[in-house]
T-cell receptor, first 111, second 113 residues
Framework: DAKTTQPPSMDCAEGRAANLPCNHS???????VYWYRQIHSQGPQYIIH???NNETNEMASLIITEDRKSSTLILPHATLRDTAVYYC????????????FGTGTRLTIIP | NAGVTQTPKFRVLKTGQSMTLLCAQD?????MYWYRQDPGMGLRLIHY???????AKGEVPDGYNVSRLKKQNFLLGLESAAPSQTSVYFC????????????FGQGTRLTVV
């Protein structure tokens, strides 16, 4: 799996959009970008994933650059409950059983 | 629908003792995983299973053994606990190749003294 680089921490004002960047410059053509988050000491929670098109679900949007070397997770209207560590993971989807986490970005939503 | 359930939630062991952590999922998932998370660090994969009766090593398998005798259960064993195994352990499951998301349990906090 390709390596990812994320800033260790970020702040965002409540109600604003939180934009979390991830660099994955060595991503290969068959690798997907996944995002998970971990709130306090709970188990991680799946957010969204994508290959090359932008994706949106009820939780967030994922914007992947055209060259696929970086991506941004967008939480459109951040709330205090979005305070968590966010993990960007790059992995092959088919035939890859592993889901390997890095150290992530600690996002703090400020009232 | 309980999802992924880990037992126990907390445990204190003495060095050299053994124990088994149980992970149970009720979603009929093929894939199951054991991770550990040390303070201030990301998750590290210990072992995983791609189906009943199969197991494979992850990033940090030493000192641990696993078994997947039933599809719904994935057991993590520590034969001789060491203080370095003090950690929070998370189990996860996902439902087949081409998975879209993994579901995690709430964790087991293990302290080895």
């Amino acid at each position: 799996d390709a390596k990812t680089t994320q800033p260790p921490s970020m702040d965002c004002a409540e109600g604003r959009a939180a934009n979390l960047p991830c660099n994955h410059s060595t991503i290969s053509g068959n690798e997907y970008v996944y995002w998970y988050r971990q709130i306090h000491s709970q188990g991680p929670q799946y957010i969204i994933h994508g290959l090359k098109n932008n994706e949106t679900n009820e939780m967030a949007s994922l914007i992947i650059t055209e060259d696929r070397k970086s991506s941004t997770l967008i939480l459109p209207h951040a709330t205090l409950r979005d305070t968590a560590v966010y993990y960007c993971i790059v992995r092959v989807n088919f035939g890859n059983e592993k889901l390997t986490f890095g150290t992530g970005t600690r996002l703090t939503i400020i009232p | 629908n309980a999802g992924v359930t880990q037992t126990p939630k907390f445990r204190v062991l003495k060095t050299g003792q053994s124990m088994t952590l149980l992970c149970a999922q009720d979603m009929n998932h093929e894939y199951m995983y054991w991770y550990r998370q040390d303070p201030g660090m990301g998750l590290r994969l210990i072992h995983y299973s791609v189906g009943e009766g199969t197991t494979a090593k992850g990033e940090v398998p030493d000192g641990y053994n696993v078994s997947r005798l039933k599809k719904q259960n994935f057991l993590l064993g520590l034969e001789s606990a060491a203080p370095s195994q003090t950690s929070v352990y998370f189990c996860a499951s996902s439902y087949q190749r081409g998975l879209t998301e993994a579901f995690f349990g709430q964790g087991t906090r293990l302290t080895v003294v």
